[in-house]
């Protein structure tokens, strides 16, 4: 049996580990574009805050999972899967530059490829203080900003920009938590709660600016990469606010571009992308799981 997975994080690790654990005589093989593996997310405002090391963001490492028995190769994009000859192509770490290509055959394949952040309309992501906080590199850059920054925007109202909002205020760094929803995590909770919610924000310093949405954006005169200012509006009320720095939290997209053009062959995705699969983890393609 021969199982290659496509993505390092935590899913595709799990999935490689537990597969060689129970059918120990199974090949192995994870592919990754990453320079990690296993990373976890969820520990990213402890680290920004200093209260972490960037060690303890990842749950294993390249060594141990090889001294499982796993083959692993990191820095690999995937630039090709066929799912008729069951096979993988991708450009090995260190060979990519000279084009050089891999191709594997497997028996069962795992699509452990994970999501990226959605981007504002307005485009914001390419502005050089306007961070994500879903890896490692981004949420490291602004470690290294934040002296930088007297004021900040988030933008979003999941748990990541609730979360992302205290730990930038208690910084000691003006933040303002901008929604189009009439409340933060409007989505999990009652009324009741969701007042709540607002009221602990502000105790904490929080500037929320619910049902609003941003029109107009301003770069600097003299550095035009530079995010300086946001036009909000809110109901009858509009204006601009100054910022040093942005965090997008808006929602994340599947990392599935690789495998639409599959569709045709029994892959079937959602309308945003996302490989449908059933109760067992399974496409509707047999041997392919996600």
């Known amino acids: 049996m021969k199982i290659v ?35 976890a997310p969820g520990a990213l405002s402890f680290y920004l805050k200093g209260a ?3 060690e303890a963001l990842y749950a294993r490492t390249p060594d141990s999972v090889r001294a499982a028995g796993i083959e692993l190769y990191l820095q690999s994009p995937v630039i090709e899967v066929d799912t008729v000859l069951k096979s993988v192509t991708f450009l090995p ?8 290509k891999k191709t594997l055959t497997y028996d069962r394949l795992m699509i452990a ?27 490291d850059r602004l470690k290294k900003a934040r002296a930088e920054y007297k004021t900040m925007a988030v933008i979003g109202g999941s ?20 929604h189009r929803g009439a409340y933060p995590l409007d989505r999990y909770f009652g009324a009741s709660e969701k007042e ?11 500037e929320c600016i ?15 990469s530079t995010l300086t200012s946001l036009l909000i509006h809110q109901e009858q009320d509009t204006r601009w606010i100054d910022i040093d720095g942005a965090v997008l939290a808006l929602g994340v997209a599947p990392n599935s571009e690789l ?32």
Do not use: W
């Not at 770490?93 to 000279?98: E, G, I, L, V, Y």
């Not at 709540?196 to 929080?206: F, W």
């Open 5 to 39: 997975v496509i993505g390092g994080n935590a899913a595709g690790m799990s999935v490689a580990l537990k597969a060689k654990r129970e059918c120990k005589t199974a090949e192995v093989i994870v592919i990754t574009k990453e320079n990690q593996i296993s990373f």
């Open 52 to 54: 972490i090391e960037d």
């Open 93 to 100: 770490h260190n060979q990519a530059q000279k084009g050089e």
């Open 113 to 139: 490829t994970g999501a990226r952040p959605q981007d504002h309309p307005l485009k914001l992501k390419h502005y050089h203080n306007v961070y994500t906080f879903k890896s490692f590199f981004e949420v």
């Open 159 to 178: 748990i990541v920009a609730v979360e992302v909002a205290q730990t930038l205020s208690s910084m000691g760094i003006k933040t303002y938590l901008i």
């Open 196 to 206: 709540r919610i607002l009221e602990s924000l502000d105790a904490q310093g929080i």
């Open 210 to 224: 619910m049902g609003a949405t941003i029109e107009a954006i301003k770069a600097g005169q003299l550095n035009p």
């Open 259 to 290: 495998f639409g053009s599959l569709d045709g062959d029994g892959l079937e995705t959602t309308a945003n992308g996302a490989i449908e699969i059933d109760l067992y983890g399974e496409p509707s393609l047999q041997d392919h799981y996600a």
